[in-house]
């Protein structure tokens, strides 16, 4: 069984850094494409950061520049390194795994619960 758990979520101002990991079990991550989306209150989800099965990153806007997403084969866990953060950036944060499906479109089948990030002003 898929299962996906992230964490490193928290509460930072602006400008400041947190980096995300998402514990994958149940499969090798390296067999499946994998993101990250996030979706704040009122809005819809939106991608973030995705990695495809070729190891090709492809980012949001919004992100670009300041967001970095990466994987660990090894301990089957992928991350998102978030830098200079901002205010904008305050959602619940998601991880999400799919066998055939890949890019910024939350359409995946897997999905962890979230882990929450708050920048402050």
């Known amino acids: 069984q898929v299962r996906l758990v992230e964490s490193g979520g928290g509460s930072v101002q602006t400008g400041g850094s947190l980096r995300l990991s998402c514990a994958a079990s149940?499969?090798?991550?390296?067999?499946?494409?994998m993101g990250w989306f996030r979706q704040a209150p009122g809005k819809e989800r939106e991608g973030v950061a995705a990695?495809?099965?070729?190891?090709?990153?492809s980012y949001a806007e919004s992100v670009k520049g300041r967001f970095t997403i990466s994987k660990d084969n090894a301990n089957n866990t992928l991350y998102l390194q978030m830098n200079s953060l901002k205010p904008e950036d305050t959602a619940m944060y998601y991880c999400?795994?799919?066998?055939?499906?890949?890019?910024?479109?939350?359409?995946?089948?897997?999905w962890g619960q979230g882990t929450q990030v708050t920048v402050s002003s």
């Open positions: 990695f495809d099965f070729y190891s090709r990153t």
């Open positions: 149940g499969y090798t991550i390296s067999s499946y494409y």
């Open positions: 999400a795994a799919d066998r055939v499906l890949w890019g910024l479109l939350p359409k995946y089948k897997y």
